[in-house]
């Protein structure tokens, strides 16, 4: 899904893409879609609060969630589910300076806020890259390096925890990471690494040992991501 104005082109990894009008979004930032929803921020002002609500684009419905004060900038955002349930959550994350995680949930009036503290050295800590996704009734949330931060939204300080070790290396060498997926499949969650060079590197997460093991093949699986997809059986991804 791409943006031009109000104007909105939504893709289909086996359709065409389709054209949309949505005035109510012309100065709207859509930050995340699931199961047929959009998430919105507005807000456009450095020092203003920040408007979030859910808007269906097919029945123009929209639900409007709690505002978030301006100092609570998340880049990354996601929910769990049908915003027309009565036990969804969602949630933002931003790891700047420290992880700032922020949830709300149904029947909720403010937004609850809470910050993790990251140690040294600087080269170790963690920033996210993706929104959250929510499995197992955890959100798991993949930095640039490749390693993963997992949390509870029930209990976010308790339960936040970093996995996975850094797979790629500075910014400047040839084997650095150019752009990076996360999905769940089939009930794994599964990483997808493009390389500079061209190369790409597809993991799943070991959910006993929390460290990424390297996938070979496919299978009959497709993966769409951002007009990007793979599939099918490959013996080797990064040849």
């Not at 005035?23 to 979030?52: A, F, M, N, R």
């Not at 925890?161 to 769940?184: A, C, H």
Request: with cysteine; net charge negative.
């Amino acid at each position: 899904m791409s943006s031009q104005g109000s104007r909105y082109n939504f893709f289909h990894p086996l359709h065409h893409t389709y054209y949309m009008q949505f005035p109510e979004l012309s100065d709207e930032k859509i930050v995340y879609s699931k199961d047929g929803w959009l998430l919105v921020k507005s807000g456009t002002v450095h020092l203003e609060d920040k408007q979030i609500f859910f808007f269906n684009p097919l029945t123009k419905m929209r639900i409007d969630l709690p505002d978030l004060t301006y100092y609570h900038r998340f880049a990354k955002f996601s929910f769990s589910g049908l915003p027309t349930s009565n036990d969804y959550v969602v949630v933002g994350i931003e790891s700047t300076f420290c992880v700032e995680i922020g949830v709300i949930k149904f029947g909720m009036d403010n937004w609850q806020i809470d910050e993790i503290s990251l140690g040294e050295p600087s080269s170790e800590r963690y920033h996210v890259s993706l929104n959250p996704i929510f499995m197992d009734g955890c959100c798991y949330c993949l930095d640039v390096n490749g390693k993963v931060g997992i949390f509870d939204p029930n209990d976010v300080i308790n339960s936040w925890k970093i996995v996975g070790k850094t797979l790629w290396r500075p910014r400047w060498s040839r084997d650095s990471l150019f752009q990076s997926f996360m999905v769940e499949s089939d009930e794994e969650l599964l990483a997808i690494f493009l390389i500079n060079d061209g190369r790409v590197y597809v993991y799943k997460l070991d959910k006993l040992k929390f460290d990424w093991i390297k996938v070979e093949d496919l299978d009959e699986k497709v993966i769409y991501e951002q007009c990007f997809i793979m599939g099918g059986k490959r013996n080797n991804f990064e040849e």
